[in-house]
């Protein structure tokens, strides 16, 4: 009885499975524009291959440091500090040295 259980419900796995391939493949076709009667095949070496793992915080980082947008958004802000230090410093006095004959110094406000 148990293994009856267990081979009827292999059974319905595999169905499901084909029936998810089934579903699968025709999405494929409408998304390539492909005629709904195509069979895609899977490759089989792709699902062999190995691929090297990252955790969740690596792959945000790489995703933050290839956004172009953020990286703007780092500029403007470097020229936002710029500009503050720019005007802060056009408040203070200047100190100018001139020299002729007589070495001069000025302090302009």
Known sequence: MKAQ???SDIELQLLEAENNYNIANMN???????PEQTILEVDSSFVNMQVDIKT?????????QNRKDVQALGFQQRAA???????????LPTLAL???M???IFLIF
Not at 56 to 64: C, E, G, K, N
Not at 81 to 91: D, G, P, R, V, Y
């Open 5 to 7: 259980l267990q081979t």
């Open 98 to 100: 001139t020299g002729d």
């Open 28 to 34: 494929m076709n409408l998304l390539l524009g492909l």
């Open 102 to 104: 007589w070495l001069r």
């Open 81 to 91: 500090e710029l500009s503050t230090k720019s005007a802060k410093a056009e408040n």
């Open 56 to 64: 969740f915080s690596d792959y945000q980082q790489q995703a933050l």
